[in-house]
């Protein structure tokens, strides 16, 4: 189970709404549920903390 990748989406969820999770879905190729189930590789959580600093403007909260 992949906490890290959902607590991202969670983070973004906070700070944008709906609108910044279906921006972290088209730019990670993932919606949440399948996040939820996909490992929290190096390789993934990169690409997540990338996703999110665009959705945001902020650096990514969870490493």
Not at 32 to 56: M, W
């Amino acid at each position: 189970m992949a906490r890290k990748l959902t607590a991202i989406y969670e983070s973004a969820k906070k700070a944008g709404g709906l609108s910044a999770t279906m921006r972290m879905a088209m730019l990670t190729g993932m919606a949440s549920q399948q996040a939820a189930d996909a490992p929290d590789s190096p390789e993934n959580l990169a690409k997540f903390a990338k996703a999110y600093k665009e959705v945001t403007g902020k650096s990514c909260p969870i490493s």
